[in-house]
T-cell receptor, first 115, second 114 residues
Framework: KQEVTQIPAALSVPEGENLVLNCSFT??????LQWFRQDPGKGLTSLLL?????REQTSGRLNASLDKSSGRSTLYIAASQPGDSATYLC??????????????FGQGTILTVHP | DARVTQTPRHKVTEMGQEVTMRCQPI?????VFWYRQTMMQGLELLAY????????DSGMPKDRFSAEMPDATLATLKIQPSEPRDSAVYFC????????????FGQGTRLTVV
């Protein structure tokens, strides 16, 4: 059974800092990994998708890396802003069999960026 | 603007009542997920469908929950009878399994059972 862990559970930083959020998963047989953002009371917004054959993806100030063999992904946020405050969730999609594409989520990292 | 649409956005109901939540997946997507989110458990997968066929509903309490896809444009999640412990936010997501499998989520249905 796939298990996804995110560290830290919460993070509070001053504006302008570069920061790293971590995600680890137990079963390396994944199809892809997605990072989501969730604002309070809202749905999940997809930030970055990394296919299992890729090592990283970038979108603006966000960079996500994937090391499938070690079961790890990191989300790097450069020059953080108060608007980045949200919960960040990592999800892996299973590869193979009837569970193909099944998404398993971590518990999330609650990020607060203060001015 | 393709998006997953969920209705209702909010639902307050009395214990014992039937609740039906609806989801319209993105047109052309062949996979639909139902998740439940609570503070204690985070996001839990309840059920998911591929090409309208149920693939995995092991996360769903079978005695009171049921999920169906009557057609490709509609997925439903039903709770009968509802209980206070069912209070949560229920999310639907859809994806097209293929070269780029990216899941898109609806805004959720916030359910309160009193």
């Amino acid at each position: 059974k796939q298990e996804v862990t995110q560290i830290p559970a919460a993070l509070s930083v001053p504006e302008g800092e570069n920061l790293v959020l971590n995600c680890s998963f137990t079963d390396s047989a994944i199809y892809n990994l997605q990072w989501f953002r969730q604002d309070p009371g809202k749905g999940l917004t997809s930030l970055l998708l990394i296919q299992s054959s890729q090592r990283e993806q970038t979108s603006g100030r966000l960079n996500a890396s994937l090391d499938k063999s070690s079961g790890r992904s990191t989300l790097y946020i450069a020059a953080s802003q108060p608007g980045d405050s949200a919960t960040y969730l990592c999800a892996v999609a299973n590869a193979g069999g009837t569970s193909y594409g099944k998404l398993t989520f971590g518990q999330g990292t609650i990020l607060t960026v203060h001015p | 603007d393709a998006r997953v649409t969920q209705t209702p956005r909010h639902k307050v109901t009395e214990m014992g009542q039937e609740v039906t939540m609806r989801c319209q997946p993105i047109l052309g997507h062949n996979t639909v997920f139902w998740y439940r989110q609570t503070m204690m458990q985070g996001l839990e997968l309840l059920a998911y469908f591929r090409n309208r066929a149920p693939l995995d509903d092991s996360g769903m309490p079978k005695d009171r929950f049921s999920a169906e896809m009557p057609d490709a444009t509609l997925a439903t999640l039903k709770i009968q009878p509802s209980e206070p412990r069912d209070s949560a936010v229920y999310f639907c997501a859809s994806a097209q399994i293929g070269e780029r499998t990216e899941a898109f989520f609806g805004q959720g249905t916030r359910l309160t059972v009193v």
